[in-house]
């Protein structure tokens, strides 16, 4: 005599036999030449009535060899079989490095496993080419604090590391990578991938590079491009041959006749906001992305430019009132997280000496 529990257990062991044998039949049907409408519109409402239905169809189909060879076998409408998603999926391809990383990451529109499995039973009873529906590439968006830095490892095996207040927007697709910087600095050291080129926009400007290792700035509208390693165009407009400027770049920054600049190893390229010629030079790689090492390199640079520099690490904020002051020119290099450095050394020249209040240092003529 069978007790409750057993007969339980019978039921549902009879139950999945009877689903494998149904799932079978129609692979035998399948296999044997292109469905019916009404036979492929009943199949759809077969696999949509369980993920078991569709799990069973799927073994059947793969014992009889119906997933190799695809293209004497009836297509079904794809969306008929579409399971509407439950649960957005998370995608996120973002490693954090050094300091507590301030990440948002946008979710995918949709997507879940059941509706997944019904695509690859799809595409395996495709005889033409159908209609796929398919998701955008999901962007991932990553910022950092005031005073913080951190790396984005991307899935491609590309990195970004990302300095003070920075934000930016990383798409990835089969054709295109592309990091929209809305505001602040990365260094892009970029995985080899010719058929994936590799973009950052800052602001609307394209830097584009493939294989090389460079640095964006982008702050209040002013765009400064340094390359460390291979070659970037900074600028939007048709492919170009590079090959062609190789010779030109031993001797510096290459400008086009449509505007775009060609960079290579231990070069830069400066676009002020409001302005239409950019500055060009050349740059030790030691000082590229400096940042990283937390110096601030300065050649010849204005003081109240570099007072700002200093105000991106630092909550004391060194303020410079005399204009004259404001535009005298300094060389060195500097702790990022010293500003003391650079007022001692301003007093130590007779440049100039420090008014202190409360949070603020008002550097004055002395």
Request: hydrophobic letters at 45%; one cysteine or more; charged letters at 25%.
């Amino acid at each position: 005599m069978k007790t409750g529990r057993n007969k339980t257990m019978t039921d549902q062991s009879n139950t999945i036999e009877h689903l494998r044998e149904e799932a079978a039949g129609w692979a035998v049907r399948l296999d044997a030449g292109p469905l019916s409408d009404d036979e492929r519109r009943e199949l759809a409402r077969w696999l949509q009535g369980s993920p078991a239905h569709v799990d069973e169809f799927l073994t059947a189909c793969v014992m009889f060899d119906l997933m190799s060879d695809t293209e004497d076998r009836a297509a079904i409408d794809f969306a008929d079989l579409m399971v509407p998603a439950e649960e957005p999926v998370v995608s996120l391809q973002a490693e954090r490095a050094r300091r507590g990383f301030l990440a948002r990451h946008v979710q995918s529109i949709s997507a879940v496993a059941a509706a997944l499995a019904v695509a690859v039973v799809s595409l395996a009873l495709l005889r033409e080419p159908a209609a796929l529906p398919t998701l955008e590439p999901t962007p991932i968006l990553a910022a950092t604090a005031f005073g913080e830095t951190d790396t984005l490892a991307l899935e491609d095996g590309s990195t970004l590391a990302m300095n003070t207040e920075t934000e930016l927007r990383v798409t990835l697709s089969d054709s295109a990578r592309t990091v929209s910087l809305s505001t602040g600095e990365v260094f892009a050291d970029v995985a080899h991938a010719p058929d994936r080129p590799f973009r950052v926009l800052a602001g609307d400007t394209p830097v584009e590079a493939l294989g090389t290792a460079f640095n964006v700035r982008y702050l209040d509208g002013n765009l400064r491009v340094d390359v460390r390693e291979g070659v970037v165009l900074v600028g939007a407009g048709d492919p170009i041959e590079r090959a062609a400027y190789t010779e030109a770049l031993q001797t510096g920054p290459v400008q086009l006749e449509d505007g775009r600049v060609l960079l290579g190893a231990g070069q830069w390229m400066a676009l002020d906001i409001g302005s239409t010629e950019p500055r060009l030079g050349r740059i030790d790689l030691a000082n590229v992305a400096a940042w990283q090492e937390g110096r601030l390199v300065f050649e010849n640079t204005p003081l109240a430019d570099i007072a700002a520099e200093f105000n991106r690490y630092n909550r004391t904020r060194l303020l410079i009132a005399d204009a004259d002051l404001a535009g005298e020119r300094v060389s060195a290099v500097f702790d990022a997280r010293d500003p003391e450095a650079l007022i001692a050394s301003l007093e130590l020249t007779g440049q100039a000496r420090a008014e202190r209040r409360g949070g603020e240092i008002r550097l004055v003529r002395d």
